[in-house]
């Protein structure tokens, strides 16, 4: 009964301990968005000396009454991204229940609270007079936008996807 009585004891010790080891799920205190989704993704293209091309892809829920005025990229300390945004919008397809998701450009000033948009960096710099003046002692790996003429931003960390080796 002792014995019984102790491996009890220990199995609910060890459970509450697993409980209190769990993660919580990550949420964003940025006011401006939630993030849905943020991948990275490589291309290798088949020729060696051809290189590698590096595909950013985030998914935002903009939250803010306050719209944005533009948004850069910034992936590292060096590097300095343009993006394009855009909403998904869901067409039907050939067959009934099938469908697609297309991209629309979305201005600015279209945005209001609520909007899920698709953010893709499209070219970049690694000139650092490219970049704002303000936000070039900022942190890489971020998301910039500017909303009512002061920039704010966002760390993301981006899901690696697997690499796309071409023939």
Same mark, same amino acid.
């Not at 009964?1 to 491996?7: A, E, F, G, K, P």
């Not at 943020?38 to 306050?66: D, P």
């Not at 760390?155 to 023939?167: S, T, Y």
């Given at each position: 009964? !002792?014995?019984?009585?102790?491996?009890s004891t220990a199995i609910?010790?060890?459970?509450?301990?697993? +409980?209190?080891?769990?993660?919580?799920? +990550?949420?964003?205190? *940025?006011?401006?968005?939630? #993030?849905?989704?943020? =991948? #990275?993704?490589? =291309?290798?293209? @088949?020729?060696? /000396?051809?290189?590698?091309?590096?595909?950013?892809?985030? =998914?935002?829920?903009?939250?803010?009454?306050?719209? $944005?005025? %533009?948004?850069?990229? !910034? $992936? *590292?300390?060096?590097?300095?991204?343009?993006?394009? #945004?855009?909403?998904?919008? !869901? !067409? +039907? @397809?050939?067959? +009934?229940?099938?469908?697609?998701?297309?991209?629309?450009?979305?201005?600015?000033?279209?945005?209001?609270?609520?909007? /899920?948009?698709?953010?893709?960096?499209?070219?970049?710099?690694?000139?650092? /007079?490219?970049?704002?003046? /303000?936000? %070039?002692k900022k942190p890489g790996?971020?998301?910039?936008?500017?909303?009512?003429?002061?920039w704010k931003y966002q #760390?993301?960390? $981006?899901?690696?996807?697997?690499?796309?080796?071409?023939?």
């Open positions: 009964m !002792r014995i019984l009585l102790i491996y609910l010790m060890l459970g509450s301990i697993m +409980a209190c080891a769990q993660t919580k799920k +990550a949420t964003s205190r *940025n006011p401006y968005f939630d #993030v849905k989704a943020a =991948t #990275v993704r490589k =291309t290798l293209m @088949g020729r060696q /000396e051809s290189g590698a091309r590096i595909s950013y892809h985030f =998914t935002i829920i903009w939250k803010s009454k306050e719209k $944005p005025s %533009v948004f850069y990229w !910034r $992936p *590292n300390a060096y590097e300095w991204s343009d993006v394009s #945004v855009a909403y998904p919008e !869901r !067409r +039907a @397809g050939v067959v +009934a229940g099938d469908y697609m998701i297309v991209e629309k450009t979305k201005k600015y000033s279209d945005i209001k609270a609520g909007d /899920e948009l698709i953010v893709s960096p499209h070219s970049h710099s690694d000139e650092a /007079e490219d970049m704002p003046k /303000e936000l %070039v790996s971020a998301l910039y936008f500017k909303v009512d003429g002061k #760390v993301l960390k $981006p899901k690696k996807l697997p690499d796309i080796v071409m023939p």
